[in-house]
């Protein structure tokens, strides 16, 4: 028995997708912020977190 029951559209002529699958493409924001992010990736973060530690401070 698997750990989750696979979406079911009815038929094998139809795609079976996951919870995590989707049938829609990426936005484009969300492309936008994943070539920022790996734009970044080789930078060490901030060694006192100051954004974080500001932002939650006036949350």
Do not use: K
Request: glycine letters at 6%; zero cysteines; proline letters at 10%.
């Amino acid at each position: 028995m698997s750990a989750f029951a696979l979406a079911n559209f009815g038929g094998y002529d139809r795609p079976t997708l996951a919870q995590n699958e989707s049938a829609f493409p990426p936005s484009p924001s969300a492309i936008e912020a994943g070539r920022d992010a790996v734009a970044r990736s080789h930078l060490y973060p901030v060694p006192d977190w100051t954004l974080l530690r500001d932002t939650i401070a006036t949350a």
